[in-house]
């Protein structure tokens, strides 16, 4: 037996429904990564060196790293910090000869993508990019850091670089990438364009809880292991992060409509039942009932096992 608990859903912070429009978007590109890549066995990492590695046999790394302003115009400023963070990490890797890799940055502004010189060369980086000055105050003087030259980085070495630099700020709308995810859900036969949203909500769901983990091997999943994850299952999952992306009316109708279309089912029954005026112990009896009058769970010979949905209202929460 399912249940659904009734309570009021408080107006959220309108700085945290960017944020999580903000790791959804890195999410979804995760997952349009993913679908795209060529290679079955390549292997993506969720929160690693980037927002998103890539790694493939035979070729080097890709660290990616997403932006996501719909709300604002571009400037360089934006990806000031994301490339002097880039630098870094390469400095560290030819100071310590250790394998070079490929530097992806990615993004989505509303406008003002032509406020930045590209392809970049050596001067913009350094003057533009690499370059900060502090703001002059009274008791002292503008202070200039090149972060190039506290590297030891040479013209050189710069080059080297950029060539490993893939600058990309013209990216798909969040609506946009959710459609393509659809697209290709459908297109590698993962599922029908009618469950598209249901395996969707199951691809940020797999990500999410990949990013959630203390160890970088276990943030680590392949193309194959992720359809398989998709294809395997065995129940729908949503929660705030897919409820965010559809309004709640077409959330309300696509459960409807994968669930309910077919009201003379046994499998679709749904008790709405107003605590309000029923005791703890009738409550559980009436639920005992309901789950031995109406479920199968157990039955051998039932192919397809089932049980009802019972919404509780006004529940109390000492319960």
């Not at 795209?36 to 790394?61: K, P, R, Y």
Request: hydrophobic letters at 35%; glycine letters at 4%.
């Amino acid at each position: 037996m399912c249940l659904i608990l009734g309570g009021i859903m408080s107006e959220p912070n309108r700085q945290a429904i960017d944020t999580i429009r903000g790791y959804l978007y890195q999410f979804d590109y995760t997952i349009l990564q993913i679908l795209n890549h060529e290679h079955e066995h390549a292997t993506f990492t969720v929160e690693g060196i980037e927002d998103i590695d890539i790694e493939q046999l035979g070729s080097e790394t890709v660290a990616i790293q997403c932006k996501y302003y719909e709300k604002s115009d571009f400037t360089p400023s934006k990806i000031k910090e994301a490339i002097v963070w880039m630098v870094r990490d390469f400095s560290k890797r030819v100071q310590e000869s250790q394998s070079l890799i490929q530097y992806k940055l990615f993004g989505h502004y509303k406008s003002g993508q032509d406020k930045i010189q590209y392809p970049i060369d050596i001067t913009y980086l350094k003057d533009s990019l690499l370059t900060s000055k502090t703001q002059e105050k009274e008791d002292r003087p503008s202070v200039i850091t090149k972060i190039y030259e506290d590297l030891n980085l040479n013209d050189k070495d710069l080059e080297l670089f950029l060539s490993k630099l893939t600058l990309d700020i013209d990216g798909l709308t969040l609506d946009q990438q959710h459609t393509c995810i659809q697209k290709k859900l459908t297109e590698l036969n993962i599922c029908s364009s009618n469950d598209a949203d249901f395996f969707y909500a199951k691809s940020i769901y797999i990500i999410r809880n990949l990013a959630k983990n203390q160890l970088e091997v276990e943030r680590k999943i392949t193309k194959s292991k992720f359809i398989d994850d998709l294809k395997n299952s065995k129940r729908m999952i949503f929660d705030c992060w897919y409820l965010e992306k559809v309004t709640l009316d077409k959330y309300c109708k696509s459960i409807r409509k994968k669930y309910f279309n077919d009201t003379q089912s046994k499998y679709n029954r749904f008790f709405l039942i107003d605590t309000a005026s029923i005791g703890f112990f009738d409550l559980k009896d009436l639920l005992k009932k309901i789950s031995h009058k109406w479920s199968n769970l157990t039955g051998v010979r039932q192919v397809k096992r089932f049980c009802p949905f019972v919404y509780l209202h006004n529940i109390n929460s000492e319960i």
